[in-house]
């Protein structure tokens, strides 16, 4: 009889909706981008911090047939982007302009399904996932996003503009928390850098 309602009550919980959630608020891990207009390709490592609202990117790339390769961080609380020169020691200082978006989905979004990306024949073959849809902020587009069930991880996100066409963002090799905080900080040497833009 346990064993009757135990299934019962785990049957229950697998048979849930899906919900809106939110990422961890310290990841670690890289993405790949292009887009339709623009004609641009990235590869970046990431590292996202939440409640401290800063993301660095450290990314190489193709816009236009032309390579390019930045390390940006990209700190919001302070409306401030450095961008890092680690082969000679200096920065560019610049505004930063937008409100920091949590990697999260949001409340308002929709259910489009839920799948196992892979394969569910055998233990650790498959990833099960969910995909959401719903409005950019300010209704500026459209977004589609996978996350992981289990922890919100992201897997791959579609935006929608007028201006760029279609995004598409995947991502990978995540880890949960950060190894050395010292990389969301300023090097020592961006202290004396100047303000361009401002």
């Known amino acids: 009889m346990k ?9 229950g919980c697998l048979a ?3 919900r809106p959630c939110s990422s961890p608020p310290l990841l670690t891990g890289a993405l790949a981008m ?3 207009k623009e004609n641009m390709w990235v590869y970046a490592k990431y590292l996202y911090d939440e409640m ?7 990314e190489r790339g193709t816009y236009e047939n032309k390579t390019f390769s930045y390390d940006l961080l990209l700190l919001y609380r302070e409306a401030t982007v450095y961008e890092i020169h680690r082969h ?8 930063l302009k937008g409100v920091f978006q949590p990697m999260a989905i949001p409340k308002d979004a929709s259910l489009l399904g839920q799948v196992i990306l892979g394969s569910s024949s055998g233990p650790g073959e498959g990833l099960l996932v969910n995909t959401w849809t719903g409005d950019l902020p300010e209704k500026a587009g459209k977004f589609m996003s996978t996350v992981t069930e289990f922890g919100c991880i992201p ?14 963002l995947s991502y990978f090799d995540n880890v949960i928390g950060i ?3 010292q990389d969301l900080i300023p090097p020592p040497y961006c202290q004396h850098c100047g303000d361009e833009g401002r």
């Open 3 to 11: 064993l009757l309602i135990l299934s019962c009550l785990l049957a």
């Open 179 to 181: 190894l050395d905080p």
């Open 155 to 168: 897997v791959s996100t579609l935006f929608h503009t007028d201006r760029f066409g279609w995004m598409v």
């Open 88 to 95: 000679n020691r200096t920065c560019n200082k610049m505004p």
């Open 34 to 36: 292009s887009t339709q």
């Open 16 to 18: 849930q909706k899906p």
């Open 52 to 58: 401290g609202q800063r993301i660095r990117l450290m």
